[in-house]
């Protein structure tokens, strides 16, 4: 079985504080992904990475960048967090293509005071 | 840009009744994939289909998949409580490296 986690379920931050998430596979998936999650606005992609050290822009890569220096652990992060970035974020694995099924975290439900 | 409209956004339903969702692409797909996300937790695969006209049935669920590879359906005979949840379809297209989201369904049942 595919496993996905994310290094926080909740997470409370203060305006401007540089935060980090991050997420592991263990089933050495190629791709992986990170979406936020909003009210009405469904799944939207921040940013994904296909290898070790490539990673692309999603649909809505503004005030974020990532990290992935190992195939199993893709980082994101806020650089200076800000309210409109409190959301419900969620890390994805795919085995190859980036179309493939995608398996989830568990998400972390960051908030930005 | 691409996109993959979803209808209805919610649904309230008597248990015991039907429900259906569905997507439709402003573009061809090679293929469209379905999730589902209980309240609390996180977007899981249901099933994926590929090929045109393409009918999938999982117990009381059936996943359609429309002949010019535009539109699909998801059809729950008979809801449970147990299918509460928000379910997603997610197409890909062309050359394209990432799924195109629907915004999803909520369903509600109503015991």
């Known amino acids: 079985d595919v496993k996905v986690t994310q290094s926080s379920r909740y997470l409370v931050k203060r305006t401007g504080e540089k935060v980090f998430l991050e997420c592991v596979q263990d089933?050495?998936?190629?791709?992986m992904f990170w979406y936020r999650q909003d009210p009405g606005l469904g799944l939207r992609l921040i940013y994904f990475s296909y290898d070790v050290k490539m990673k692309e822009k999603g649909d809505i890569p503004e005030g974020y960048s990532v990290s992935r220096e190992k195939k199993e652990r893709f980082s994101l992060i806020l650089e200076s967090a800000s309210t409109n970035q409190t959301s419900m974020y969620l890390c994805a694995s795919t085995r190859s293509g980036g179309t493939d099924t995608q398996y989830f975290g568990p998400g972390t439900r960051l908030t930005v005071l | 840009g691409q996109q993959v409209m979803q209808i209805p956004q919610y649904q309230h339903v008597q248990e015991g009744e039907d429900f259906t969702t569905y997507c439709n692409s402003s573009?061809?797909?090679?293929?469209i994939q379905w999730y589902k996300q209980r309240p609390g937790g996180h977007p899981v695969f249901l099933i994926q289909?590929?090929?045109s006209g393409e009918v999938k049935k999982q117990k009381r669920l059936t996943f359609q998949f429309g002949e010019a590879k535009k539109n699909s359906s998801l059809h729950i005979t008979a809801t449970q409580t147990t299918d509460v949840g928000t379910y997603f379809c997610?197409?890909?297209?062309?050359?394209?490296?990432?799924?195109?989201w629907g915004l999803g369904t909520s369903l509600g049942v109503n015991p």
């Open positions: 089933m050495d998936h190629e791709n």
């Open positions: 573009t061809t797909l090679s293929n």
């Open positions: 997610a197409g890909a297209a062309g050359n394209n490296r990432k799924l195109i």
């Open positions: 289909l590929v090929k």
